[in-house]
């Protein structure tokens, strides 16, 4: 089996945005999730890679982010998701984690192969890093019950065009 990587896709965010509040709260509800997938993709040895937008800050880094995260509508997020010093950290300046970032090396370098895809927004970064690690013949599971959309119908769109890609979006067990 290919080795896999679990990325977290913009869960650690201030929210300061038009449909920040309502995201927020989506993201407050799948963080716990998202941290159990971590916890049994770390037992398992497979790196975890958070990915997330810079917000036009291009001198940020993950502590100012998460500081940012942490005064903003995002605490209880960055609570259960945390990064620790296993993990890395990639800023991305747009929706797709792949556009202009280090990320496909990272994943070279680490002999990635398949990849787990979490977070959000479906309809926008999820599905467009999806559709970017497919064209990149990456294999990608994007669990329906990871991900967090701005509405139900958006998600519901989102994951037709992923399976119509062949993306897997079959949920996970995260008991």
Excluded at 112 to 119: F, N, Y
Excluded at 131 to 158: E, I, W, Y
Aim: charged share 20%; glycine share 4%; aromatic share 6%.
């Amino acid at each position: 089996m290919p080795r896999s990587a679990l990325l977290v896709i913009d869960m650690i965010n201030p929210f300061d945005f038009p449909n920040g509040a309502q995201l927020a709260r989506a993201a407050t509800a799948l963080a716990p999730s998202i941290a159990r997938v971590k916890a049994n993709m770390r037992s398992r040895g497979f790196p975890c890679i958070y990915v997330n937008d810079n917000f036009g800050k291009w001198q940020s880094d993950l502590a100012a982010l998460l500081e940012r995260a942490r005064a903003g509508r995002g605490g209880a997020v960055v609570d259960a998701l945390h990064p620790d010093d296993r993990d890395y950290f990639v800023i991305k300046p747009r929706h797709s984690a792949f556009y202009q970032t280090n990320l496909h090396f990272l994943l070279e370098e680490l002999d990635v192969r398949r990849l787990v895809l979490t977070g959000l927004a479906a309809e926008s970064c999820l599905l467009l890093t999806a559709l970017d690690a497919h064209m990149r013949g990456f294999q990608v599971h994007a669990p329906s019950n990871c991900m967090a959309a701005t509405t139900a119908a958006r998600k519901a769109a989102a994951l037709t065009v992923m399976r119509s890609a062949d993306i897997e979006t079959a949920p996970l067990r995260v008991a």
